[in-house]
């Protein structure tokens, strides 16, 4: 009885999937569908008008029936050898695995769509290319990368003169600088944005203008602003009925009130967020609402809805792998049917034969042989995908005992480390003592000496004591300084925020130095050796600010997103070339830093010009 049950259930999903395929959609008498169903029109009128439906009325909202549709057409591109039509689906499919999550098969669909729009000296094909390569990119944290397919993108588009291809390029080159904190410079992006936009009479294209402007103004802490700029997406948002611009716009809202630790507008915020992020069957939408609407009770203190949305939250990566189960589930039974007998075919052949009343019985028991054998694949396809899940759990056991073997021989090294990690802070803070605090001692001693020497004839030992009690003074501001910024917060008891931001008081202050902390998504604790690790680069960051920089202002961004972190640490200082700098310099740290970012398997990235500043950033998987 549950076989059956399962059997069915899996049948109804193929059947709602595959159903815009055999031609009983609702919109069959869509134009576009209807040019896509004429056989006497030319083969490339009918492909374009196809990809055009299913952008229409499947891409967004239905996407598993846009992903077996977008396969029919890329069958039927490739029987009809259209190489710009065939370009155009990979563009499709890689919009589609972005949704899916499969970043690399994306990659993969928009670089061969590249390919062919070179072959094809096509610029807007290879604009358009370009742009999904970026976001790829951005998926996986390589900023570098998708800026410079972002930039290629935006010269592609320039020299079409395409104003909302060059919109969009601006828009993402921008989302470069403002994921990087550089809110001035993603400004002058997103402003230029909007301004073509505007020009081109795009009122979607302007209102994802305004909703960058907004985010980027939310940085630089401007919140009256960022709304001004969020209620006018919402505007456009409505007068358009665009759910996707509406979803958009209320998150960054509600990131405004969260910012702002203004509750009481967070939560309706955060509900409008839900409920369009529900229409637009969005799920990472549906995940910030959730997240939104936990902190917004938790700051009103509503403690049984604070607990409801606590386990929405720990729920939700659970049904968002289930979802992801069913999808993959379905691409699986939609790749099985892709032959060039289809089921499409097949009831085209039939219809056309129909002449008399036996022939509609045959088709019928022909439906009832292909339901029955569909019925019979979903039953294999789940029980195959049983057996992958127990190889996937046992392969996952096998990889915990494996990590579990290293853990265990790192125990050593890692003691070993820090030991040499310890050593090495002891000679440096010898270092710094012999530096700074031992040279106004020594100067202090022989001020002394000379004045015992000397006391009876000399004149001036007022002046002379002076000198000393200043020189001592020195001495004490210096080893308190020190003192300070080697003992910044108990990680154990505080965490790395707590200790971060009391390493910025304590910095701040020394040679006209003020010090910023500005921080996302740090509410849960990290693992502690991690921590420690983290709080020590920072450290030395901050010392190098300090000896070095010759700044006035130094700021540390650290942003938890998903699964990783980003640690910013900037300065207004002199700056300096950083191809002329050596990683293994000694007196900088950069070696230190360097390693420690290794062994979390991280990236660091310096920027610095002479008199502009430097920028050090750090993104660690998590």
């Known amino acids: 009885m549950g076989i059956k049950c399962i059997t069915t259930n899996f049948t109804i999903i193929l059947c709602f999937i595959l159903l815009p395929l055999l031609g009983f959609s609702q919109k069959q008498q869509d134009s576009l569908f209807s040019i896509w169903k004429n056989t006497q029109l030319a083969d490339t009128t009918r492909a374009n008008a196809y990809n055009e439906f299913i952008y229409k009325n499947y891409f967004e909202n239905k996407t598993d029936s846009a992903y077996a549709m977008a396969l029919r057409l890329m069958d039927f591109t490739e029987a009809h050898q259209l190489k710009k039509q065939k370009a155009d689906v990979l563009i499709l499919l890689g919009g589609i695995e972005h949704i899916f999550g499969d970043t690399s098969k994306a990659a993969m669909h928009f670089g061969a769509s590249l390919e062919l729009y070179k072959e094809l000296n096509n610029i807007r094909g290879q604009a358009k290319a370009n742009n999904g390569l970026g976001v790829s990119y951005k998926k996986v944290f390589n900023l570098d990368e998708a800026k410079t397919y972002y930039e290629k993108s935006l010269e592609l588009s320039k020299a079409i003169s395409d104003t909302i291809l060059i919109s969009q390029s601006l828009i993402n080159i921008g989302n470069i600088y403002n994921w990087r904190y550089k809110s001035d410079k993603a400004l002058e992006y997103f402003t230029e944005s909007l301004r073509l936009s505007k020009a081109a009479v795009n009122k979607r294209e302007e209102a994802v203008a305004l909703i960058n402007i907004s985010s980027a103004y939310i940085q630089k802490k401007d919140f009256k602003r960022s709304e001004s700029y969020t209620n006018e997406a919402i505007k456009i948002g409505d007068s358009l009925n665009d759910f996707h611009v509406l979803v958009n716009a209320y998150r960054e809202l509600a990131f405004k009130y969260l910012k702002q630790k203004d509750y009481d507008n967070l939560i309706p915020a955060a509900e409008k967020v839900l409920d369009y992020g529900k229409k637009t069957s969005n799920n990472q939408m549906i995940g910030s609402a959730y997240y939104y609407l936990l902190e917004g009770n938790k700051g009103k203190r509503n403690f049984d809805l604070t607990v409801k949305y606590l386990e929405l939250v720990k729920e939700f990566k659970i049904n968002i792998d289930d979802l992801q189960a069913i999808r993959t589930l379905a691409k699986i039974k939609i790749d099985n049917h892709r032959t060039k007998d289809s089921l499409i075919h097949i009831n085209h052949t039939l219809k056309a034969g129909l002449t008399h009343q036996n022939e509609k019985a045959n088709l019928f028991f022909a439906w009832g042989g292909s339901l029955a054998l569909l019925s019979g694949i979903a039953f294999l396809v789940y029980i195959n995908i049983k057996r992958k ?3 996937a759990e046992k392969e996952r056991q096998e990889e915990i005992n494996e990590k579990e073997k290293i853990l265990k021989d790192l125990e050593l090294s890692t003691i070993d480390a820090m030991i040499e990690g310890q050593e090495k802070e002891r000679q440096r803070l010898a270092s710094d003592l012999h530096d700074s605090v031992g040279a106004s001692v020594a100067a202090a001693k022989l001020q002394f000496e000379y004045f015992v020497t000397h006391q009876n004839e000399n004149t001036d030992s007022e002046e002379l004591t002076k000198k000393i009690s200043t020189l001592l003074e020195d001495a004490y501001a210096e080893t308190r300084s020190m003192s300070h910024l080697k003992n910044s917060g108990v990680m154990a008891k505080n ?128």
């Open 495 to 622: 965490g790395l925020l707590p200790a971060v931001e009391r390493l910025a008081e304590n910095a701040s202050g020394i040679n006209g130095l003020e010090f910023e902390v500005h921080s996302f998504g740090l509410d849960q604790r990290l693992e502690n050796t991690m921590e420690i690790s983290i709080f020590r680069m920072i450290q030395e960051l901050v010392t190098n600010v300090l000896k070095h920089a010759k700044a006035t202002q130094g700021t540390i961004h650290i942003t938890n997103h998903f699964d990783n972190l980003n640690i910013m640490v900037e300065d207004n200082g002199v700056g300096f070339n950083p191809n002329q700098l050596s990683k293994t310099a000694k007196g900088i740290g950069i070696s230190c830093i360097d390693k420690r970012v290794e062994h979390l398997e991280g990236k660091l990235t310096i920027e610095s010009e002479i008199n502009k500043g430097t920028t050090v950033i750090i993104d660690i998987p998590l």
């Open 389 to 391: 899940q127990h190889k």
